[in-house]
């Protein structure tokens, strides 16, 4: 399949994490103009934002070929989390949640709709993003910021260390 290298952000805290996580993964290499290449390590990490008393995520990354538009892989990413069990109508901003899929990176896509922002707005401040995307990606460039994910890592942590 010919496509587009895209880095996928996985996590949730609800339900049976490890399970929920590779479902989504399954789900989405079976869909059409959709190939899996590699996922990294779970973490797991305590919640940013949102409500106190969440419990802990498990994030990861998964590398994947595309043929598919930033557009449709987004439809195909919410479909997905659908299925798991998510609701965005009703759920609470930065709350809990059985399955998030975020586009991280898309080749050297650069896009901003109300819909869909390529890079990841936030990627380079969360260490929850980072650690599993560096796994896979250490080389690969941010196309705005012009720095490895490697050396965002690195940032991120000298900004973060007392």
Partial sequence: MAGQIAYIALGGNLGQRNRTLAEAIAMLNDRPGVSVLRVSKMIETKPVGGPSGQGDYLNGAAEIQTSLSPEELLEVLQDIERKLGRDRESEERWGERTCDLDI???DDVVMDTPNLTIPHLRMHDREFVLVPLNELAGQVMH??????????????????SP
């Fill in 143 to 160: 196309p705005i910021l012009n720095k490895t994910i490697a050396t965002l890592l690195s940032d991120l942590k000298k900004r973060s």
């Fill in 104 to 106: 991280l990176l898309m």
